[in-house]
């Protein structure tokens, strides 16, 4: 559980980095669309998908991690037989 709450954190941190990033007000308001209220629903929209997708990236490399130790330990292992 613990894993989760960090994998949830470290995506709510990376997608908090990236609107920053992206915020209209660092490019003097250049990109504002007639409705303010459609730019919010935009934001809101890609906030929760890309805390979506940083979420299953991290899972996916733990994943790939944990698949290249376990390789690494079955070729100890044979090598040890051998």
């Known amino acids: 559980m613990t894993q989760r709450i ?3 954190t470290l995506s709510v941190l990376a997608c908090v980095a990236a609107t920053l990033l992206s915020w209209p007000f660092w490019r003097n308001f250049e990109y504002w669309p007639e409705s303010h ?10 906030f ?18 944990l698949h290249d130790t376990q390789e690494q330990a079955a070729i100890t292992v044979k090598d040890k037989l051998s």
Request: aromatic content about 30%; cysteine-free; charged content about 5%.
């Open 6 to 8: 960090t994998d949830l």
């Open 37 to 46: 209220l459609a730019w919010w629903i935009y934001f809101i929209t890609g």
């Open 48 to 65: 929760v998908l890309a805390v979506y997708v940083f979420y299953v990236f991290i899972g996916s490399l733990r994943i790939l991690f």
